[in-house]
Each structure stands twice: as structure tokens, then as C-alpha cells.
């Protein structure tokens, strides 16, 4: 998996004070994209041990509420496998912080992945330009939803974060 940024202390990619991993690949190709540079799979850097250091570095702050997983998108099959091996560390090292995670693939398409099971909360759906709107809070289109994943696997229906309309 490659990546382009990771951003410290970020307070508008989820609740809290966050750590954001950007990563490379995304085959949706949204129109006005915020960040276009990431579809390209093969662009930005390796992602390496010395990177998850880093982040875990991050996590030990007891003011960082949690990781952000963005990109491009973090659900981009050749991101999957190390996406959930990375996600599964963080559960296992800091189950106190969240996983929250974009993806422009919907819930329907992505509910039985295996990293399902360490993400907390998951926003579905594409960026779609005719639905963008700058009121709504840590999603771009009112075609996206913020979903609390645990719930709603073990609900088996969709149960929205409860901030969604902020």
C-alpha cells in the first residue's frame, strides 16, 4: 500500500483530535474530488513500518481520540490486506481510540470485509457534486452516510452516528 500524507492532530476528518492516514488508489473518480492526486494506486510512498510508527507514535497521546483512514480510499482492493492488518493493530494496541474510515464503496458493497470488524465508524458513498453541501458535518454529499459500524453489524441494519445531522 502506498500513502500520501499522514496529518497530525486533524479535528476535521472525525470526532475529536485525530491522526489521518491518506493512502494512494481510488478507482471512483468522483467529479471535484478534494483530493485527486491519491487515485493513482502506484503514487505517493511506500507505507512501511517506519510509518506506522509514526502513527502509533500519535495514538499514544491521550488527546488523540483515534485514526482517520482516507485517501484516495482505504477500501481500494490493493489496499484491503494491509488497511486491515493496520486496523487490526491499532484495535489490538489502543482499543480505547477509534477507526474511522471514508470510502466512496456503500455499506451494502463492504459490510463482510474483514476490517469491518476493527472500524468504528464508516463514511459510505461517493463524493457526488450535484449533492455537496458545506453544512454537513464530516461528509461532503447527502448521499453519504456516517455509520456506526459495531451496531450496525451487530443490528444487522444501518445505524447511523448519532451526530450525522450536526
Known amino acids: 500500500m502506498n500513502y500520501h500524507n499522514i496529518t497530525k492532530d486533524d479535528m476535521l476528518n472525525g470526532d475529536g483530535l485525530r491522526v489521518v492516514l491518506w493512502v494512494a488508489g ?6 471535484n474530488c478534494h483530493n485527486p492526486i491519491t487515485w493513482d ?4 510512498l511506500p507505507f512501511t513500518e517506519k510509518e506506522e510508527a509514526e502513527i502509533f507514535e500519535q495514538l499514544e497521546h491521550s488527546y ?25 493493530k491499532i484495535k489490538q494496541k489502543f482499543p480505547q481510540k477509534t477507526i ?5 464503496y456503500l455499506w451494502e458493497d ?10 468504528d465508524i464508516l463514511v459510505d458513498g461517493p463524493f457526488l457534486q450535484e449533492q455537496k453541501d458545506t453544512k454537513l458535518h464530516w461528509k461532503g454529499s447527502a448521499n453519504q452516510r456516517i455509520i456506526q ?18
Open 64 to 88: 488523540i481520540s483515534g485514526i482517520t483512514l482516507s485517501g484516495g480510499d482505504p477500501l481500494f482492493p490493493q489496499n484491503r490486506s494491509a488497511i486491515t492488518a493496520l486496523a487490526k
Open 149 to 166: 459500524v459495531p451496531s450496525s453489524l451487530s443490528m444487522k441494519k444501518i445505524v447511523l452516528y448519532n451526530d450525522e445531522n450536526r
Open 100 to 104: 474511522w474510515c471514508y470510502t466512496g
Open 41 to 44: 494506486a502506484n503514487g505517493g
Open 110 to 119: 463492504v459490510k463482510d470485509l474483514e476490517v469491518m470488524s476493527y472500524i
Open 26 to 31: 481510488c478507482s471512483h473518480g468522483c467529479k
